[in-house]
């Protein structure tokens, strides 16, 4: 007698759905590794524009005033060059008044000297990669980021006064420059807008007798 031996299938089919388990979880791990990457990714860059938005106003903050001062220290700009005080026949002062086109004359010179202390109104600063991430171990490390601070044209300098009493019979009278910059912070993921708000005395002086009930107001 022959004995036909039947050869055992080289694939076999299972439709246990158990050993399909481990895909799945598999998948389900990374998705969730993903999602996480993916916030913490979010999360980093978030940081790192407002660390860079920060460093940004800071050095224009340091631009304008370097700006201010250049400019009142070149000039002869005393109290009477912006004010003049309005008195009677009794020596009270009745009235402050602004000369406007002194004030204005100022406000286009700092603008100028502004935009001439950059690059036609742009700042281009390196900042570390290290520094955007608000670790203090990274401070200085990493490659540099390019970080370029564009003025906007939305700029302005403004005067503002104010009258305090400082005594018995005595008002402190001073006369402010507001300076406000507008600027792009243009990061290599994106772009976010910012101002810079610098006030600076450049006149003030001390009122004996009567306040006057009129003084100018330049507030906007």
Request: charged share 20%; glycine share 6%; proline share 3%.
């Amino acid at each position: 007698m022959y004995y036909h031996r039947r050869r055992k299938p080289k694939y076999t089919f299972s439709t246990d759905t158990r050993q399909r388990k481990p895909k799945t979880g598999f998948f389900g791990v990374t998705l969730v590794l993903l999602l996480v990457l993916a916030a913490i990714s979010m999360f980093l860059r978030d940081l790192s524009t407002k660390i860079a938005v920060s460093d940004a106003v800071d050095i224009v903050t340091k631009t304008v005033n370097d700006s201010i001062n250049k400019v009142i220290g070149e000039g002869v700009y005393g109290f009477d060059y912006f004010v003049s005080l309005v008195k009677d026949e009794n020596g009270d002062i009745t009235a402050i008044t602004s000369n406007m086109a002194h004030i204005n004359t100022l406000s286009t010179e700092i603008l100028n000297s502004v935009i001439e202390s950059t690059e036609n109104g742009t700042i281009e600063v390196k900042i570390p990669a290290g520094n955007l991430t608000g670790l203090n171990l990274l401070m200085g490390r990493g490659p540099d980021v390019t970080v370029d601070i564009v003025m906007l044209t939305s700029s302005k300098v403004d005067f503002k006064n104010d009258i305090v009493s400082s005594g018995i019979n005595q008002a402190k009278y001073q006369l402010m420059l507001e300076v406000t910059i507008d600027i792009d912070v243009l990061v290599p993921w994106g772009t976010k807008s910012a101002s810079t708000v610098t006030e600076v005395i450049v006149a003030d002086t001390v009122i004996v007798g009567k306040v006057p009930e009129t003084y100018l107001n330049m507030e906007k």
